[in-house]
Structure formats: C-alpha cells, structure tokens
C-alpha cells in the first residue's frame, strides 16, 4: 500500500515544444504553468513524458511540414505517450490530423489555453479528440498561474486575431478577428513574471497596434506596465505601420520610460504595386516618411523589418524596387520570408506565382542585403557602453544577453552564470563574425557587485 501511494505521488511528464512565433511563445508558456499547477513535471521536449504538447504553426507550408515531422518523430520515439498538438494548424487541419492519427487531442486557437481541462477525456478514448469550436470576437482572459518562466525576458499576450486580411496571410482565418486581452487579466499576469524575476517583458499579439479594451489603447497598457516594480524594460515584439501612435515613440524616446528603442516594422514589399496586390495598408513613400520619423524621435533605434520574396506578379522591376527601397533606410536587420502559398487566401488563386527557383535566388539576395544592415548598424556602437541584460550563457565563461535597442552581446566572464539576469554596462568592442554574424562582442565596464541587480 505505501508503495502504491507512493507512485500516486510521482507527478506525470510533459513536454512542450513550440512553432512559430513569439504569441506561441507566450501561449505555451501559459499552458506549462497550467499543466504544472494540474500537477504536471516539465521536461525537455524529446525525453521520456506521459503527455507531449505540440503548439502548432501554418504561416508558411514549411512550418506546416516541422509541425508533421515533430508529430510523427515523436510519436515513433514514444508510442505509449498521449500526444497532444494545438494552435494554428490544428485550427486549420484538425479534422487531417486527427484521420492521419497524428496524435491524440487536436486543439484549436480558441480552447488551446485549457488543454489541461481536456486531458481526462482521453482516458479509455480510442480515437482522437479534436476541440475546434468558433473563435470568439469578445475581449479575452487568461487567468494564467503565476508559476516560474526561468527566463530573464518574458512574452506576455496581450491581444489576438487581426481584421486587415492581406492577400498572402491565412492567420485571419486560424486565429480568427482583432480582439483584446483585458488589462487587469494581462497585469495580474505581468505582475507575477516580474515577482518571479522577470526584468523584461516582451508584447505580443497577432495585431498588438489594434489593441483597444474599454477606451484603452496600447499607449495605456505600457504605461501601466512602466508603473511595476521591479520591471526594467518593455519590448513590442511587432507592429504594423499604420498602428504605431506617436505616443509610442515618444515613450521610446524617452530615457525615464521603460519601453525600449526597438521597432519590427513589417514592409513586406517596396514596390507599391506590390504592396496593393498584397493588400496592405501603406505605400512605399507613407512607410518610409514615418520610418524617418521615427528615427528622428528615439535616439539609437533599432529598426527591424519583415521582407517577402517572390510575391506572385512581383517581377523583376519590383524585386528591384524592394531592394533599393531596404538600401535606402537604416534598418538594423530584416527577416526575409520566401513567399509561401496558403490554400483560400486570395494570393494563392493567382495565376502568375514566380517560380521556386526564382524565389530562392531573390531570399538569398536579401538575406545578404540584412546581414551588411546588422553589421552597419552594429558598426555604429563600436566603443559605446549601452546596459545589458544577461540571459542563461550556453557556454562557460561565456556571458551573453541584449541591449535595450537589441544588439546581442557576448562577454568573457569567469562566472558567466553569476550574471544571468542582471543588467550591467557593456563597452561594445567589435561587431559579429562570419561564426556568429548577429552577435557583438563586448567587455564589462566595471566588475559586477557582489549581487546588486540580479
């Protein structure tokens, strides 16, 4: 008997694994703190569990590929595990996955958040149980335990879906319309990463610039979160041009504010015709006069883009445009996405797709274009001493963590544990190598305290 207590005890295994984007991130976050409030014992994704969880992705038909091959890889490894895959391609196939046996609960965006009340249902169940029901259009809740992140840098959700239907993207369809969190659920959770020993909060959203909860916009909700104790920094992961109020910027510019000077501006296309086949909001010249602006407005800002390659009808003289348009600003990278087609977007019934091999020609011409922007922006800071926030070093001896305006850093450290998590001056002394293009190499200005910031 005390034997038999004694495995009732044991709590059951879970590994997490995630797809896609930095909402995911959050997302799965969530549901680890959950699962481990149920009781749950989190391991890393590959080792021996009772119960893995895929959080899904379907941007693009590649990550619909990884979310196949990590399914079917873990169920070979493990075929007595339940097997648990949720998110946007579960929204989109979840009737497929479930016939192809893929694994054995398939959750959509809406319920996702509550695998945990799901779970017994699958006790003596033979076949798999798919959860899709309507996603809502009603403001939003979490209620996530507090629980521990383990990391220095935090993402915390803060809105989903998006209204703007751009002709390429299936992400309206799986995560459904702009909808916001309520701002007393997402502080309540802030509050406890940051009682937990978070310093940096990263926002994330399908569409955060929509933000709108009871006649409060996203100016309000950083505002708030300015006011934590105990927080050092606020990063928008990414923002739509159109969105971006000029409060914003000014709060980015401002050196008492905790929202940092970083800016993911997707583009997509410099071409405008581009642009209006892809239904976006903006033309070249509106997105490049409010780039300026910006960059005037905050001092030392990193500004970031999404790039797209091989839009159908993007002939050469477009592409052209596109690239004399990213040489023209100072961006400081950019992610270059091969155009992928989603099945019921209005892109993919075009009849003039560019070919594969074309495309391929063109991602690598930009990708080359971002990494001479990272060095030259990288270039400017030579010789400056900015504030780092250490994050856990993958390497002894080895320190490494980000700037406020997102310059990664690495530092020698005799004890490079012993700094994660706290934030200290760094006097940047070159920019990345071939080995590691996107990484500064830098040296602590003055020897840490004992324990002052961490």
């Not at 990590?70 to 007595?80: S, V």
């Not at 086949?277 to 905050?298: I, K």
């Not at 993919?348 to 074309?358: C, I, M, N, S, T």
Request: charged share 25%; hydrophobic share 40%; with cysteine.
């Amino acid at each position: 008997m005390l034997n038999e207590n004694r495995e009732q005890r044991i709590p059951k295994r879970v590994a997490l694994h995630t797809l896609g984007c930095r909402l995911n991130l959050a997302e799965t976050d969530a549901i680890r703190r959950r699962l481990e409030a149920a009781g749950y014992h989190v391991v890393p994704w590959g080792q021996e569990a009772e119960l893995c969880v895929l959080n899904s992705c379907t941007v693009t038909q590649q990550s619909e590929a990884k979310s196949r091959r990590a399914l079917l890889g873990i169920r070979r490894k493990y075929p007595d595990a339940q097997l648990a895959v949720v998110g946007c391609y579960a929204q989109l196939a979840g009737e497929s996955l479930a016939e192809a046996g893929l694994a054995d609960l398939i959750i959509g965006n809406g319920e996702k958040l509550k695998l945990d009340e799901f779970l017994p249902a699958l006790e003596g169940r033979t076949k798999p149980l798919v959860v899709r029901p309507p996603i809502s259009r009603k403001g939003f809740r979490m209620d996530v335990p507090a629980g521990q992140t383990g990391t220095t840098r935090a993402h915390l959700k803060v809105q989903d879906g998006c209204d703007f239907m751009c002709s390429f993207c299936i992400i309206p369809s799986v995560r459904g319309r702009a909808r916001a969190r309520q701002l007393d659920d997402l502080m309540q959770e802030a509050q406890g990463l940051v009682e937990t020993g978070t310093k940096e909060l990263v926002l994330t959203g399908v569409n955060v610039g929509t933000y709108r909860e009871a006649g409060r916009s996203l100016e309000q909700v950083v505002d708030q979160l300015d006011r934590l104790p105990g927080l050092a920094r606020i990063r928008i992961s990414s923002i739509e041009p159109t969105t971006v109020a000029t409060g914003l910027l000014e709060r980015m510019g401002d050196p008492g504010h905790r929202l940092v000077p970083f800016l993911h501006l997707p583009l997509q296309s410099g071409s405008g015709r581009t642009l209006q086949s892809m239904r976006r909001r903006y033309t070249p010249e509106a997105y490049r006069s409010f780039a300026e602006r910006a960059l005037d407005l905050v001092p030392g800002l990193c500004l970031g883009t999404d790039v797209m390659a091989g839009f159908p009808a993007e002939d050469a003289a477009a592409f052209a445009e596109t690239v004399r348009f990213l040489e023209g600003l100072p961006f400081a990278y950019f992610h270059v996405f091969p155009y992928s087609s989603r099945k019921g977007t209005p892109a993919a019934r075009r009849p003039d797709h560019v070919a594969a091999g074309e495309i391929k020609r063109r991602t690598a011409i930009l990708r080359a274009l971002s990494d001479a922007k990272r060095l030259a922006y990288q270039g400017r800071f030579i010789g400056h001493t900015l504030t780092v926030l250490f994050e856990q070093p993958k390497r002894l001896n080895l320190a490494q963590g980000y700037t406020e305006n997102y310059l990664r850093v690495e530092v020698n450290a005799p004890e490079a544990t012993a700094l994660r998590n706290r934030i200290l001056s760094v006097r940047l002394i070159r920019s990345g190598d071939r080995a590691n293009l996107a990484t500064m190499h830098g040296e602590l200005a003055e020897p840490p305290a004992d324990q002052g910031s961490g």
